[in-house]
């Protein structure tokens, strides 16, 4: 393939770069590659790509990580890996051997000696995108640039920012005039010069560390959707796309489920104000959805509705509360004593509600319970399992009159019970506690509601 001329990062008129982030459904196959080659090509300012792991090519796939993962754990064993690791070698040398792409045996030999040889877990994990990036900086006759050299986790196996940017930031910029960067996704090193993963999912992180380290004019995520749509396709028909949505408002949609990036992906372009734009692979000309940090909220109140199952509430009740100093703190205290996170704390002047997680409670809940007793002795505690949340989520709400009142009269007409409910003062969002079995209706009731009629 031809090298894709453009300006250099270095040259002082280049204008800034757009990085392009492939998910593991884009770099699956060898047709799929190719569509990201005429991606790349479309827009010479695409000269920085980031790269997963092949992803799955139909359910009876298995995940490249998750085979890695195995060999891993099988190596550490002194048990024989050759059965993964043939399925492995099949797939990269298959993809290699369609694109014309010659070497890739010898990388793939590398990685079956040093998991002989007794690896660590990370290196193994990482190999996934590794081997993707080069067969890909192969394929756009572009140069390989590992993400290891730049990417840096503390001591405390976290992620580095300030110097992972400016280390990666130097590396970008050695690359040659005219030439497109290829970038493994997932991984970095630590300052003991060992390869550390990001979690699951972790290389739309690498790809907005990217995009901040060079400047970029904006980072593009592709994917197998055309962005993200106000409500979940598999409960609502045909929901709408979300054209445009801001850092905040994605947020929040993210925390109920509504996401197709990886949580920890926004926070490095967030602060340095450089948008993000979902694309689809398989459908380029879409318009996808760009997440920015401000947008016009007066034509558009409300950007989406999210929710998710699994919630509980720890419900405390007693007699003057509000003047016993200390009662809510010290029943925060006993959760976090026992590791448990909170979701939401809805009161009132005699009773204290904790809206927790069914996975945070679990194992925990009669000590917890116990504790809470013999600390504060209220008059009545009790935990209330079975519960759904809601998110009706747009800055547009605080400009809208009546955006509760059609929430609670749709809900009602849908003979749905309201459990809970919590809206902040900054009016970005709604949130409604249901029953579960109730959840599905309720998100249907609420589209109708308000996104039709937006």
């Known amino acids: 393939m031809p090298v894709i001329m453009t300006d250099s990062p270095t040259t002082p008129h280049a204008p800034r770069p757009i990085v392009a982030k492939f998910g593991g459904s884009s770099v699956a196959d060898a047709n799929q590659i190719r569509k990201i080659a005429a991606i790349v090509c479309a827009d010479p300012r695409r ?212 996401t197709v990036l990886h949580d920890e992906a926004v926070f490095p372009v967030r602060e340095a104000g450089i948008p993000i734009h979902i694309k689809n692979t398989n459908a380029p000309e879409d318009a996808g959805t760009r997440i920015v940090t401000e947008r016009d909220s007066r034509s558009t109140a409300i950007v989406g509705v999210a929710g998710r199952k699994g919630f509980a509430t720890l419900f405390t009740e007693k007699a003057m509360m509000n003047q016993e100093r200390g009662y809510g703190r010290k029943v925060l205290e006993i959760l976090e004593s026992h590791g448990i996170s909170y979701e939401h704390s809805p009161t009132s002047i005699d009773t204290l509600s904790v809206i927790l997680t069914d996975e945070e409670l679990d194992g925990k809940e009669a000590e917890v319970v116990a504790e809470i007793r013999r600390t504060v002795q209220p008059d009545r505690i009790e935990v209330q399992r079975d519960m759904a949340m809601l998110a009706v989520v747009g800055q547009g709400m605080i400009h809208r009159v009546g955006i509760s009142a059609r929430v609670f009269s749709a809900l009602a007409v849908a003979n749905v019970n309201i459990r809970m409910i919590n809206q902040g003062s900054s009016e970005l969002n709604i949130i409604i506690g249901v029953g579960t079995a109730d959840y599905e209706k309720a998100v249907r009731a609420i589209y109708a509601a308000l996104v039709e009629q937006n």
């Open 47 to 258: 000269r920085l790509v980031v790269v997963s792991a092949p992803g799955k090519r139909d359910a009876k796939d298995k995940k490249i990580t998750d085979l890695l993962y195995l060999c891993h754990s099988l190596g550490e064993q002194g048990l024989d890996t050759s059965a993964p690791f043939a399925v492995i070698k099949e797939r990269y040398l298959g993809i290699a051997d369609q694109l014309g792409v010659t070497g890739a045996w010898e990388w793939l030999r590398d990685v079956q000696q040093q998991i002989a040889a007794g690896a660590e877990k990370d290196w193994v994990a990482s190999r996934g995108e590794y081997l993707s990036a080069r067969i890909i900086a192969a394929f756009l006759d572009a140069e390989f640039v590992d993400a290891a050299d730049g990417i840096r986790f503390g001591p405390d196996g976290r992620f580095h920012p300030g110097e992972s940017y400016g280390r990666l930031g130097a590396r970008l910029a050695l690359v040659p005039e005219g030439r497109i960067a290829v970038i493994p996704g997932f991984y970095g090193r630590d300052a003991s010069g060992h390869i550390k993963c990001f979690s699951r999912g972790g290389s739309d992180v690498t790809g907005a560390v990217v995009a901040r380290a060079a400047h970029a004019v904006i980072y593009e995520n592709w994917t197998d959707v055309s962005g993200l749509l106000m409500a979940d396709p598999r409960i609502v028909e045909n929901p709408f796309p979300i054209e445009e949505i801001t850092y905040r408002e994605q947020r929040e949609l993210s925390y109920m489920g509504a």
